[in-house]
Structures are given as C-alpha cells and as structure tokens.
C-alpha cells in the first residue's frame, strides 16, 4: 500500500531549538528514502501540527534544506516543497558552492588541483570508454572541433575545456563522479593556469583527440592512459597559481 505524504508520522524530539528537530527529521525522511526523488512534501499547516512547531518555524526548517540542496520550492496554488530529483547538475551545484568556498579559503595550487584530476578523472575516461552514448560522444566531438578552429586569444578556451571533461564525467554513467569533475572544474578552471602558446594549445588539442578516439573505440585502458598523459602535460606547463 502506498502512503501519501501526510499519512507519515513525525515526532517532536527535545533538540536545542524547535527549527532543528523540524530540519533533522525531514532531512533524515529525505535521505532514508521516506521521500522519493521528485515527491512532494506535506503542507507547512500539516508540518507545524505534526511537528507541534509555528508555520515559520516550519518555514526556516525548509529554507535550510532548500540551501542545503534536498529540496526546491515552487510557489503557486499547485506548488510547495519537492524533493530534488539527484541529476550529475544538481549534484554538482551543491559540490560547486561548497568547492568554490574551499578553492577560496585553502588557495589551492595548480599540483593539488591536478592530483585531484587524476583521481577523478582517469578512471572516468576509462568508464566513458565503457558506457559512453552517441549523445555524450557528439557532445565531446563538438567541443574538440570548437577547439580546432579557435585561436589562442579565445578568451572562452577554459569554458570548451571545462565542456569536454565534463562531458567525460557524464558518459561515465556515474552522477557523483560527473559531479565531482565538473566541480572541480567550474571552481579551479584549471586551464586558465596554462601557459597557452601555439604549441602547447595544438598539443593539448590532439591530445582532447585521443582521449576523444579511444573513448569511441570502447578503450579503456587507452582512454584511462590518453587522460594521464593529458594531465601530466597540463602540469607541466601550468603557469603558478595567479
């Protein structure tokens, strides 16, 4: 038998402050799963008489969760609050904001950021090769043609190159890896630290290529091989962290 959201039952916790023990225990619901993906949640009259709380009290609970990324609120007659649906771009803005803060606060260098990239995305290349789609695969082939016909001054090349791995991470089939790579990339644009001469933007062009060519031919230790390559030549002619 299915339950509708107002059939559940909460209870009233002795926490340190009546918004807390509203936001735990819908956020505990939430992640165990009392919630799916996409439902919508009990009314705001409905949760301040089951949680024995005020409307605003209620209000604030929701506020946090709908920072903290769990819910979104549509406003309307036909809206409320709905549990966000887990996609690779909703994973990856909560990880974006909370990466951004610590990019800021820790003033990672270029060697931290690429050793992340290698444990993110080298067994991402290897899983593209393996569970890539013609959608992702024309996805990536269009950044790479992009990049072959742009020139050095093109102030958007950390924009295609953020657009190709995120497009790695996302034919991996794995939303939290997809995430974590576009986080990281949205929030360090690591190719911003490249010394970007003729050469190394022709280099590092062929070298999208291969990655490209062996994710096509189902290679995954080629694919996983071509994104170490990658990255190790994307250090060494990173320039110091501006």
Do not use: C
């Not at 709380?53 to 990324?69: F, Q, Y």
């Not at 771009?89 to 909370?98: P, R």
């Not at 606060?105 to 593209?128: F, K, M, S």
Request: aromatic share 4%.
């Amino acid at each position: 038998m299915t339950t509708t959201g107002t059939d559940r039952e909460f209870s009233v916790k002795q926490v340190i402050r009546p918004r807390d023990q509203v936001e735990q225990q819908l956020r505990d619901a939430i992640l165990s799963g009392q919630f799916a993906q996409g439902e919508k949640l009990p009314p705001e009259t409905a949760l301040a008489h089951q949680f024995g709380v005020s409307r605003p009290t209620v209000r604030e609970a929701l506020g946090t969760l709908v920072s903290g990324g769990l819910i979104r609120k549509i406003p309307g007659v036909a809206g409320g609050s709905f549990v966000k649906t887990v996609t690779p771009d909703s994973l990856s803005q909560m990880l974006i904001e909370s990466m951004d803060t610590i990019v800021r606060i820790g003033a990672l260098d270029i060697a931290e950021i690429t050793e992340v990239r290698r444990v993110l995305e080298i067994p991402a290349a290897q899983w593209a090769a393996l569970h890539r789609d013609e959608e992702e695969l024309e996805r990536m082939r269009a950044v790479v043609a992009k990049q072959k016909s742009t020139t050095i001054d093109d102030p958007d090349i950390p924009l295609y190159d953020l657009r190709f791995h995120t497009a790695i991470g996302r034919a991996s089939k794995n939303r939290l890896l997809a995430a974590l790579i576009a986080a990281v990339h949205d929030a360090t644009h690591p190719a911003q630290y490249l010394d970007v001469t003729p050469r190394v933007a022709v280099r590092t062009v062929k070298q999208h290529m291969l990655i490209l060519a062996a994710i096509e031919a189902g290679d995954a230790d080629a694919a996983g091989e071509a994104m170490r390559t990658h990255l190790d030549y994307v250090l060494r002619y990173s320039l110091p962290k501006r």
